[in-house]
């Protein structure tokens, strides 16, 4: 008696465990909300602990145009919020946006086009 082959496919295990649940769309809000809720947490905690001033030009504020007062982050790393302040500079947007410019120019300067020679 000859056997014929029984070409069975194997079994997957995972088969069958697909749990199609609209949960990615809640946990991608959740993250969002979350994110919004820290960057509040650092901004507020920021102008406590460095005043409503502007760290550039000294300008102050007041709560109807504190929204023009933001917090900038010394090392350029919007992650880093250490709980002393210490990466955080109040800057008004105007120097703000200076700050940035700056940097994105010192980047530019010091960006890996500068090799050629003369
Ligand atoms: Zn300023
Ligand atoms: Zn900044």
């Known amino acids: 008696m000859t056997r014929t082959r029984s070409f069975r496919p194997q079994r997957r295990p995972s088969a069958g465990s697909k ?12 993250a969002a909300q979350s994110r ?17 001033i502007c760290g550039r030009c000294a300008r102050e504020f007041e709560a109807d145009n504190l929204q023009l007062l ?9 992650r880093y919020n250490p709980p002393d302040g210490s990466n955080w500079e109040n800057l008004c947007v105007d ?3 200076a700050e940035h410019t700056v940097e994105q120019l010192a980047d530019y300067l010091s960006g890996p086009d500068r090799g050629d020679k003369r």
């Open 95 to 97: 120097c703000h946006e």
């Open 70 to 78: 933001t917090v900038h982050h010394r090392d350029g790393n919007h």
């Open 19 to 30: 749990g199609a649940s609209p949960d990615l769309e809640a946990i991608v809000r959740e």
């Open 36 to 52: 919004a809720r820290r960057q509040q947490g650092y901004r507020a905690r920021s102008l406590e602990m460095h005043g409503w």
